[in-house]
């Protein structure tokens, strides 16, 4: 029998001292399951006594179980201070104004070696002490309206930010910057483009994919192409700007009614679906790929649309859904409900009786696509015609969540079930467009130059 060396015994803290290596300390581990090299972190509150946390050479963080470790060096020491020196933003009369609301995620982060979480951190003269850059593009004013991870962003979170910005327009501001965790981003900037219209100034929401305490973060080229975005491009639209490839040349401005995280770690994770992005960013040019969006105006005439009704839900259907998942949306008095449907838009036969009782209580149903890009078409199978005649509206190209977000607001004005539904067929925002266009399937997933790269590999 192999006799496998079962490791130190004991708590993280009591083998550090035996081994005479310190927090802080760059160390080189071996371990049963392989070697590693890195600075030990302090241990966090809420870790166990028997893992030692290893902030590895590529910035990544990983836990080493004690009971593994054969052997552990000290080969350096570099207590790392992760206070973000604070300065003063400077302004200069030429320069645009440019106000940025910060509301948490991972671009207002850093580690907390406290709890060993990504906390948001977020402050005005952090943020200059941080990318000093964004003085060279713009005035910058910043407010701290949320600090919350985006999961936590909601209705009450739109409106606020919707009355702020609305303000901030009125009073003369060139462009909008909003820091956003990048999870629910998509969620916020369809939020804003319903209850902010007609803005004289671009409104864009960025976000980071890593933290600033990473070297593969974003967190700061985002913030540079988004406050170039806001204080120079001519495109007065709420959009998104995150990178458009995996590396960074370039980021993509999408419409903030057609835009989607659709990858969990990557930092090109925002597409535009169903549609073309509306201009590529760099630190010094923006390229329209658009053009028919609403241009920058002088006049302050923007009108605030602050209204959401809560008790609006979105089902995924998913195969053998049975119809207590709808019957108990009723039963809890949900207002109306966005379906995302199989293919061109279906749900099986046992939820047809359930969906009568919908319309029956006067609660809208429209339908969306799981497929994402496409059309919602009921008129090309029976069960598409079967679900219409009980009420069902086809949604067009509306995104599942945009859907959802719009509905929302809908009957956040009127409960009057032919007003909502003249609501969401009513596009805003390219929410809902009269054709995809031919290019925009493949071509931008991810940049020209990476998509001729991959079938030049393929066709080799
Ligand atoms: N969980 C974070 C959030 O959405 C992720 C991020 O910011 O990218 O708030």
């Known amino acids: 029998m192999i006799d496998i060396f079962k490791g130190y015994k004991g708590k993280a ?3 550090l001292k035996q081994l005479q290596v310190r927090v802080w300390s760059d160390a080189l581990i071996k371990t049963t399951r392989g070697d590693f090299s890195g600075i030990i972190l302090p241990r966090s509150e809420n870790d166990d006594d028997y893992h030692i946390v290893l902030k590895l050479k590529t910035g990544y963080n990983v836990g080493i179980d004690v009971n ?9 020491y570099k207590e790392a201070h992760y206070k973000i020196p604070e300065k003063e933003f400077p302004t200069s009369e030429d320069k645009p104004n440019i106000k940025l609301f910060g509301t948490g995620g991972t671009i207002a982060s850093r580690l907390d070696y406290r709890t060993g979480a990504v906390i948001p951190a977020f402050s005005p003269g952090e943020l200059y002490g941080a990318v000093p850059e964004l003085a060279d593009i713009c005035n910058l004013k910043t407010e701290k309206l949320f600090a919350v991870f985006s999961e936590n962003m909601g209705p009450d979170q739109y409106k606020k930010l919707a009355v702020n910005i609305g303000e901030e327009i009125k009073n003369g501001i060139d462009g909008i910057v909003i820091g956003h965790g990048t999870d629910t981003l998509h969620h916020t900037a369809a939020a804003l483009s319903y209850m902010i219209q007609d803005s004289p100034v671009p409104i864009v929401l ?5 933290s600033s305490d ?8 985002n913030l540079i ?3 170039t975005a806001a204080a120079y491009s001519d495109i007065a639209e709420v959009v998104v700007c995150m990178f458009g490839p995996t590396s960074d040349e370039y980021a993509l401005l999408h419409q903030g009614t057609r835009v989607r995280k659709m990858h969990s770690s990557y930092r090109s994770t925002f597409r535009t679906i169903g549609d073309v992005p509306i201009a590529t960013v760099t630190r010094d040019k923006i390229t329209p790929i658009q053009k028919n969006y609403n241009k920058r105006r002088k006049d302050r005439k923007v009108r605030i649309l602050p209204y959401f009704e809560e008790k609006v839900a979105m089902v995924y259907y998913y195969p053998n859904m049975q119809p207590d998942m709808i019957d108990s949306l009723i039963d809890n008095g949900y207002k109306g409900i966005v379906i995302a449907g199989t293919g061109l838009g279906h749900v099986n036969k046992p939820l047809y009786p359930a969906i009568r009782r919908c319309r029956e209580k ?13 059309y919602v078409h009921m008129f090309v199978y029976d069960t598409g015609r079967d679900l ?8 067009g190209n509306m995104l599942p969540e945009v859907a959802y977000i719009k509905l929302g607001w809908a009957l956040g004005q009127t409960d009057d079930p032919e007003e909502v539904k003249k609501i969401m067929l009513t596009p805003v925002s390219s929410d809902i467009t009269p054709r995809e266009p031919y290019n925009g399937y493949l071509i ?8 001729e790269e991959f079938i030049k590999k393929v066709h080799k």
Do not use: C
């Open 13 to 15: 803290l009591e083998i």
């Open 68 to 76: 593994t470790i054969t052997t552990m060096k000290e080969v350096g």
């Open 206 to 210: 960025v976000g980071s994919q890593r």
């Open 214 to 221: 990473r070297p593969s973060s974003d967190a700061a080229l």
């Open 225 to 227: 192409h988004a406050t």
């Open 362 to 374: 006067n609660i809208p149903v429209f339908m969306t696509v799981q497929t994402l890009w496409g």
């Open 388 to 395: 219409m005649a009980d009420g069902v509206v086809p949604a």
């Open 444 to 451: 931008y997933q991810g940049g020209i130059p990476e998509v």
